[in-house]
DNA sequence: AGTGATAATAGGAACTATTACTATTTATAG
DNA sequence: CTATAAATAGTAATAGTTCCTATTATCACT
């Protein structure tokens, strides 16, 4: 990443617009306005945008993995059903999180680099909709 | 599940003898005693045992899902280098949870089934041999 | 502006974890 | 003992992601 690209830019504008987008999600958005964009450049792209702490990944145990433009300390509700990602600001202040580091570390002798705090459910439209079951 | 098989027998043993395997590494010890053991059969019996809540699913957000026999509430530490897992019981105590699940219920509209707790980062050993970078 | 070094890309192949399919085997109720 | 259907083995298929390579684009230095 020593040099601007055309694409990383579109990444980028991408992710701010789609709300906790996935990587095929951005290809298909940007591909609207450049269509010769390749899947494995906005891999790529996320991919070290997340490893140098410009973005954020957010791990998904079934589907796709989603991003997030906000590194922010906060924390994600995903829904199982629609895959929705919501954001949690101040729901687990510094404090407390920099402690459970603190007591994981005594646990176990692992030097914590960081945490996977998510919660799963039904979101209130799926539910409404009986999008389940 | 309505029916016995060796099988599943083997799957449990080897599930508690082995710490946090994946579904190949459970396979992989099975057919030293079972060798005509389908892996398919491992996933299969592993998933129905985990969504009966008889087991333990650790998704996991780079390589493969562990398992733990063990459904005590407790959390998770991982290694990210060599993918070892480490238990931790009472590290947030169930009213802690309790509280958590309902401040994610009143941010979001989400019922909250389930939560993803873990930690991630470099175990001792792997610290020691610099079995990184 | 021109040029050389090399970073980044497009496109597709390859890979990994997992699920689906189907013919065969096996468990178990009666 | 036998009929029914659950469970299996083996393989094909899928999804998400990474890897590979020839080509293109960026940028430091003229």
Redesign the pocket.
């Known amino acids: 990443?020593?040099?601007?690209?055309?694409?990383?830019e579109l990444?980028m504008k991408s992710l701010k617009k789609l709300d906790h987008p996935?990587?095929?999600e951005i290809h298909d958005d940007i591909k609207l306005e450049?269509?010769?964009?390749?899947?494995?450049?906005?891999?790529?792209?996320?991919?070290?945008l997340a490893d140098s702490k410009i973005i954020l990944r957010l791990?998904?145990s079934?589907?796709?993995?989603r991003f997030d433009w906000n590194t922010d300390e906060h924390f994600h509700a995903h829904c199982t059903v629609c895959g929705k990602v919501f954001d949690l600001f101040g729901l687990l202040p510094r404090e407390a999180v920099d402690s459970l580091d603190k007591a994981v570390e005594e646990h176990t002798g692992l030097s914590v680099s960081s945490r996977e705090i998510s919660f799963k459910g039904i979101c209130k439209d799926c539910a409404k909709n009986k999008n389940f079951q």
């Open positions: 990443m020593k040099r601007h690209s055309k694409q990383r990444i996935t990587a095929a450049y269509p010769k964009i390749s899947l494995g450049t906005v891999y790529r792209n996320l991919s070290e791990p998904s079934d589907g796709a993995d």
